[in-house]
């Protein structure tokens, strides 16, 4: 029989769990997705008052449904099926939809830690935290901003992980100091 830990990853005990928050611009995602259900179904209804337009009107609305369901489904897979682990030894971003991805970042490896929110993330109240190695400075988006190793996205209350990220990093860096 096969022992399941919910508290472990492999060998690692897991300190703090988190997910991306369904209130947050993820409901940006949601309603451009309606609105794009919504166009469908309003070129649908055209296309059954004109019959002279009635193959472009379905056309049209059947592509316009289709990009808003697919939308959809895009921002529910993002928020449904990521989570988030602090273990003992490193941050794990894991991914399980059809197939399961992990993005794994030690914290030795860690050189800084970075809690920010973009414009969209603030009136939601949630923020985002970037994981920083030294290979970070190599990378840049247009503005000149290094891009982290490592993003948590769109956390509630992301205070908790922070502290216990840096808790962990300046632990490590005690143990290779001595």
């Known amino acids: 029989m096969v022992e399941i830990h919910t508290d472990r ?11 991306p928050s369904r209130l947050s611009p993820a409901l940006i995602g949601y309603f451009i997705g309606l609105i794009g259900l919504t166009a469908g179904a309003g070129s ?18 059947a592509g316009i449904s ?7 489904m895009k921002t529910e897979a993002a928020v449904r099926f990521t989570k988030y682990y602090l273990t003992d030894r ?18 030795e490896d860690v050189v800084e830690v970075a809690v920010s929110s973009s414009g969209l993330e603030k009136p939601f109240g949630v923020k985002t935290i970037g994981l920083m190695t030294p290979t970070t400075r190599r990378r840049t988006s247009r503005t000149g901003r290094p891009i982290p190793d490592l993003e ?16 962990r990093i300046n632990r ?6 001595i």
Do not use: C, H, Q
Not at 66 to 72: A, K, N, R, S
Not at 152 to 167: A, D, F, G, Q, R
């Open 152 to 167: 948590l996205k769109w956390l509630k209350n992301p205070e908790k992980l922070e502290n216990t990220v840096t808790e």
């Open 66 to 72: 289709l990009m808003g369901v697919i939308l959809i």
């Open 9 to 19: 990853i492999g060998n690692e005990r897991i300190l703090e769990t988190a997910s």
């Open 90 to 107: 490193r941050v794990v971003k894991e991914y399980k939809f059809v197939r399961m991805s992990n993005d794994i970042l030690r914290y």
């Open 44 to 61: 649908a209804w055209l296309a059954l008052s004109y019959p002279d337009l009635t193959f472009y009107w379905l056309s049209t609305g």
């Open 172 to 177: 490590d860096k005690g143990k290779r100091r």
